[in-house]
């Protein structure tokens, strides 16, 4: 499981390797700004062409609508 650093959501993301399933935490994090938005979408993106299933747990839902919206809500599995 990888926590994601409120204050370096982008930083956090583009590290994250893809040799197998993704587990991110987003307990943390609040809200997210545009360099975040475009991680989350390069994320999604990478974990497609690398057929990785990307799970998320502690999206609160103001980011949880914020996901849905940039269409990544269908292609991560959202978990409590």
Same mark, same amino acid.
């Given at each position: 499981? $990888? *926590?994601?650093?409120?204050?370096?959501?982008?930083?956090?993301?583009?590290? #994250?390797?893809?040799? /197998?399933?993704?587990?991110?935490?987003?307990?943390?994090?609040?809200?997210?700004?545009?360099?975040?938005?475009?991680? $989350? *979408?390069?994320?999604?993106?990478?974990?497609?062409?690398?057929?990785?299933? #990307?799970?998320?747990? /502690?999206?609160?839902?103001?980011?949880?609508?914020?996901?849905?919206?940039?269409?990544?809500?269908?292609?991560?599995?959202?978990?409590?």
């Amino acid at each position: 499981m $990888i *926590a994601v650093d409120p204050e370096h959501v982008a930083r956090t993301l583009h590290k #994250v390797g893809l040799s /197998g399933d993704v587990w991110l935490d987003f307990s943390a994090v609040e809200r997210i700004d545009t360099q975040a938005a475009e991680a $989350i *979408a390069d994320l999604a993106d990478r974990a497609d062409a690398a057929s990785v299933q #990307v799970h998320v747990r /502690g999206v609160n839902a103001g980011l949880h609508k914020v996901l849905k919206l940039m269409g990544v809500g269908r292609r991560f599995t959202f978990t409590s």
